[in-house]
Nanobody, 118 residues
């Protein structure tokens, strides 16, 4: 069974940085896309960034140039995806979710809270 565990959230001041991790286990598919979504209070969940099996990345306009999604190809952590978040703004405050997906399935993590506040 696929499990996704996010970590790295917390409280940070505006202009600061955080790195989120998403550790995936139980994957039996050879090709899939890893995505980060976020949901702010009172708002719909929105796509933040994604990375494909071929390491093609896409970002929402609101985070482009500030956030970076990447995979660690070290064998022991080959199913871990990261979201490096720089120049954080109060409007980045949200629960961040990891999602693994391909054409036949999708799985969500439980989320990690990021709060940007002074």
């Amino acid at each position: 069974q696929v499990q996704l565990v996010e970590s790295g959230g917390g409280l940070v001041q505006p202009g600061g940085s955080l790195r989120l991790s998403c550790a995936a286990s139980g994957i039996t598919y050879s090709r899939y896309t890893m995505t980060w979504y976020r949901q702010a209070p009172g708002k719909q969940r929105e796509l933040v960034a994604l990375i494909t099996s071929d390491s093609i990345t896409t970002y929402s306009d609101s985070v482009k140039g500030r956030f970076t999604i990447f995979k660690d190809n070290t064998k022991s952590t080959e199913n871990t995806v990261y979201l490096q978040m720089n120049s954080l703004k109060p409007e980045d405050t949200a629960v961040y979710y990891c999602k693994l997906m391909n054409t036949v399935m999708s799985y969500w993590g439980e989320g990690t809270l990021v709060t940007v506040s002074s």
